[in-house]
Every structure is written in C-alpha cells, then in structure tokens.
C-alpha cells in the first residue's frame, strides 16, 4: 500500500495567517491527490482534488499544489472556520490511502 | 441537494456481521461511484470500498474476502457487510459519493453520509 505522511502532524496558528501542509507519498501518485478538512463529529469535506483543482463551493484562499510524490496545502489567510484536521489521500492506486491528519489549531 | 444518511445497528457482537444501508436523496446513481469509508482512533480514515451503479465493485485487500458491498438502484440503497467482526472493526463508518466515477481518474467524494458508529462488543 502507498503510505501518505502528513506533517506536521499539529499546528498551531492565529486567524490571518498563511499555513501550509504537506503530504508525502511513499511512492509516486502522479497527481492522483486530494485534501479534506474535517471537523469533530463531522464527516470530511473536500477542499481539493487532482492535487490542485478546488472543490466547488471551497473558497479561494484554499490551495494544492505538488505531484509525484510531495504535495502541499496553503491556506493564504486563515479564518476562524479554518481551524480544523486536514487529511491527504491518494488515488493513483487501490487500496486508496489517507494521512494520518493534521490538526490545524488557534494560537 | 444531494443527501447521504448511512443506517443500521450501532452494537454488533464478535464473529457476527456488520450491516450497514446508505440511503442516497436528491440523485440518481448515474455513473458515480459509492463507496464506504471508515475512521478509528487506531487506523485512522480508511477505505473499504466501492460499487458502481451497474452493481461492480472493489474492495481494499486488508479486508480479505470479509466485505461486500451491494447496490439497489431502483430504492437509491447501497450497502455495506463486513463478516466475522472483532473489536478491530469498531469505527465510524462513512458512506460517500464519488462524482468522478467512470468519467474520471480522480476520486472525488463530493458528498458524504454523517457517520455511523459501530461498535463490536459482546
């Protein structure tokens, strides 16, 4: 199985800053890479996916770039909505994989 | 507006079966993919699986041969079973659309049920 690993694993940060996450696979997923946000008691949300192209309805400030196997995640000025787990996935290959998350908390 | 609400027993006891019904609102099964998704303190979010709406499916191999997974167009149902449970299986489990289906490479789950927990104790 492909081995996404997020880092960092936790963050904190205050509501205007630009955060970025990255996810590295174990071995290379093209640009077969999506980005969910997850919030307690809730179901994930997708904010991205082929690696850069955004969910309907996300907004802008959200962000993914990256192939192979390194991928990042900006968000360019948090709000206070933002503060949330983030979770890669890869879908280049079966059995699909996620991270392990990052919790994105206030500072 | 698409809707997703996954349904069945909360508590199932080891070595019995874990069923679970998504009931799918607002859309037809088109060519999308269904699929099932779990999450546990242990594993993390995991993949269990999908099914197409002509009723193909694909499963992730660290469940063996313990999982099915099955579709009924004509209600907007799919479903979920695992056999043989053990404590290992305890976890909210997820049931998503994936918009990218056969017209895409991409997964694209767009739209997800709450949760369900389910949790294997005698």
């Known amino acids: 199985d492909v081995q996404m690993t997020q880092s960092p694993s936790s963050l904190s940060a205050s509501v205007g800053d630009r955060v970025t996450i990255t996810c590295r696979a174990s071995?290379?997923?093209?640009?077969?890479l999506g980005w969910y946000q997850q919030k307690p008691g809730r179901a994930p949300k997708l904010l991205i996916y082929?690696?850069?192209s955004l969910q309907d309805g996300v907004p802008s400030r959200f962000s993914g770039s990256g192939s192979g196997t390194e991928f990042t995640l900006t968000i360019s000025s948090l709000e206070p909505e933002d503060f949330a787990t983030y979770f890669c996935?890869?879908?280049?290959?079966?059995?699909?994989?996620f991270g392990q998350g990052t919790k994105l908390e206030i500072k | 507006q698409v809707q997703l609400q996954e349904s069945g027993p909360g508590l199932v006891k080891p070595s019995e079966t874990l069923s679970l019904t998504c009931t799918v609102s607002?859309?037809?099964?088109?060519?999308?993919?269904w699929s099932w998704i779990r999450q546990s303190p242990g594993k993390g979010l995991e993949w269990i699986g999908f099914?197409?709406?002509?009723?193909?499916?694909n499963y992730n191999p660290s469940f063996k041969s313990r999982v099915t997974i099955s579709v009924d167009t004509s209600k907007n149902l799919f479903f979920l079973k695992i056999n043989s449970v053990t404590a290992a299986d305890t976890a909210v489990y997820y049931c998503?659309?994936?918009?990218?289906?056969?017209?895409?490479?991409?997964?694209?789950?767009?739209?997800w049920g709450q949760g369900t927990l389910v949790t294997v104790s005698s």
């Open positions: 099914v197409t709406s002509s009723g193909s499916t």
């Open positions: 082929a690696a850069s």
């Open positions: 998503a659309r994936d918009r990218g289906g056969s017209s895409s490479p991409f997964v694209i789950w767009d739209h």
């Open positions: 071995q290379g997923v093209g640009q077969e």
């Open positions: 996935l890869q879908d280049y290959t079966k059995p699909y994989t």
């Open positions: 607002g859309d037809s099964f088109r060519s999308y993919y």
